[in-house]
């Protein structure tokens, strides 16, 4: 029995384990469900243009997010207590008005009387020192005609105490550089330059910059890139919701919140669809956090 | 009941302030042809100058500080006015003057009137359109 005893105490009660000591780890997970983004290096950040007034021209081609842009914008700007001349100079273009009231538009759609009224906006601007949010519109002429007559534009706009903002947005399509490249050439390159690669207009089972690879590599594009411009990536919502917010006449942030426009009997989204915007929205802060100064105040 | 007295009324419109025009308005319309001298050429900044206005006590009809906006209606109307009395003020050209008559005259355009040029002519910025015209309204958020 003693000895029983003795030979029970000598086992070791835990056995040791196997050394990992030195072991490479084994990559687990499951597969990811959305192309993960390439590591990019980030541009600096925007030039500063805190408490300035300031004239955003929102430029691209038609469905290249302007608006969704310019909507998001004024979210904001309303958010922080800003306020902004909101204006869109293709009359046949009315959805930044189902958002905001008083949004200025010109008289008609002929191509001079639209850069007169375009060229009369920047001089209210300028004189009364007020901040200003223009949608040029898909097939817009009135900013190449107006610097055809002041290519200096931009260093008048400076001169008269308005920092003059180029929202660029981009699809892949290697065509949507058209503007960039025309106004670029033309001498219109303010300091506060954004190139905006829309990522809903992407193949989203491949990475965003093997979807932006012509637009990324072309020369118009590096050039714009090497003075000083800043390219933002604008997040991709989901087209189902963005589709539902843009029927129901939603603020996105009414969209996060489930809250209805006053006023108005809507069904508000989903939980689901709310939490879609919701990360949305962190990554719009988070992707165009660099050029946060440049929204009116 | 009784009628107030002729006299009364006169007194009371008499009591009320002077036409329409604010303290701004009076004071651009007496010191016109200083202010103009000094705009002449300029891009003026009318942020600034409504700041100036401000600290003189010449206020909006609502006796607060005009807006740079409410400063820069109030000195295209002053302008206005200004120019169309003069122009009323003026002697008409007689045409059978030798100065009327010795120039080659440009032919004039149906439906156009023209006339000399004189010093108290529009300057050019006075193109501009009224200003109270082209108000470009601030957004709001439906």
Known sequence: ?297 | MARPETDEVLAAIDRLPTGSRTPLSRWMREHHDALRERLQGKQPDWTALAKIFASAGLTDRSGKPASPGTARAAWWRTRKAVEAARASARPPVDPSSSAATSVARPAIRPGRQSRPVTPADPLPEDDDPPPDKPAFRIGKLR
């Open chain 1, 1 to 297: 029995m003693a000895q029983k005893l003795k030979t029970a105490t000598t086992l070791p009660l835990f056995r040791k384990g196997p050394d990992l000591d030195g072991e490479e780890e084994t990559p687990v997970g499951l597969p990811p469900a959305l192309v993960p983004s390439q590591a990019v290096e980030r541009p600096p950040a925007g030039v500063d243009l805190t408490g300035r007034p300031k004239v955003l021209l929102a430029i691209g081609p038609g469905r290249s997010g302007k608006t969704t842009l310019l909507r998001w914008a004024a979210e904001m700007t309303a958010n922080q207590g800003g306020q902004a001349i909101y204006a869109a100079a293709d009359p046949q273009n009315r959805s930044l008005k189902a958002y905001v009231d008083d949004v200025e538009e010109p008289p008609t759609n002929d191509a001079a009387a639209v850069t007169r009224w375009l060229d009369r906006l920047l001089r209210f601007a300028m004189e009364e020192k007020t901040s200003a949010l223009i949608d040029l519109g898909g097939g817009d002429t009135s900013l190449g005609r107006l610097l055809a007559e002041m290519p200096d534009l931009a260093t008048v706009l400076e001169a008269g105490g308005l920092a003059p903002v180029a929202l660029y947005t981009l699809g892949p399509r290697v065509d949507d550089l058209a503007s960039l490249a025309s106004f670029e050439a033309a001498g219109f390159r303010p300091a506060a330059t954004a190139l905006i690669l829309n990522e809903g207009l992407a193949d989203p089972t491949v990475p965003r910059e093997e979807s932006f690879a012509r637009i990324l590599r072309h020369s118009a594009f590096r050039a714009a890139v090497e003075r000083g411009a800043t390219m933002i990536w604008l997040p991709r919502l989901e087209p189902s919701v963005a589709a539902e917010i843009e029927a129901k006449r939603l603020h996105f942030m009414q969209a996060r919140d489930g809250q209805s426009p006053e006023g108005r009997r809507v069904t508000p989204l989903g939980l689901l669809d709310r939490s879609r915007v919701r990360r949305w929205l962190d990554l719009m802060a988070t992707e165009l956090g660099p050029v946060q100064s440049w929204l009116p105040t």
